[in-house]
Nanobody, 128 residues
Framework: QVQLVVSGGVLVQAGGSPRLSCAAS????????VGWFRQAPGKEREFVAV????????YNVDSVKGRFTISRDNAKSTVYLQMNSLKPEDTAVYYC?????????????????????WGQGTQVTVSS
């Protein structure tokens, strides 16, 4: 059993740079890929970023590329999402998710069905 606790949600002005954290329990965290998703009001949950189990492979969706950075510290069983230059359209509930045993780094990382465990989500609101 893996449980994820997400923290770092904030209300910030455009251009802000908060960092989200996803702390995991259990012993399988370091052996799995981890992704970040977000869900804006009235929209479906969408993929944001993913990091491989080793931390050597990362990918960000085009809408956040160059602004967001995903990283992980396996010793602390924690994955981070550093968000810079926030825009109002970044407003959403942000979720972290741990992949299945097969992983997602080889593809299909954007599909929610390929993740086994989900955090509770945290609200990020960006004002103009």
């Amino acid at each position: 059993q893996v449980q994820l606790v997400v923290s770092g949600g904030v209300l910030v002005q455009a251009g802000g740079s908060p960092r989200l954290s996803c702390a995991a329990s259990g012993r399988t965290f370091s052996g799995r890929d981890v992704g970040w998703f977000r869900q804006a009001p009235g929209k479906e949950r969408e993929f944001v970023a993913v990091i491989s189990r080793s931390g050597l492979w990362l990918y960000n969706v085009d809408s956040v590329k160059g602004r967001f950075t995903i990283s992980r510290d396996n010793a602390k069983s924690t994955v981070y999402l550093q968000m810079n230059s926030l825009k109002p359209e970044d407003t959403a509930v942000y979720y972290c998710a741990v992949s299945s045993l097969l992983g997602v780094a080889g593809g299909s990382y954007f599909q929610t069905s390929n993740y086994d465990y989900w955090g509770q989500g945290t609200q990020v609101t960006v004002s103009s």
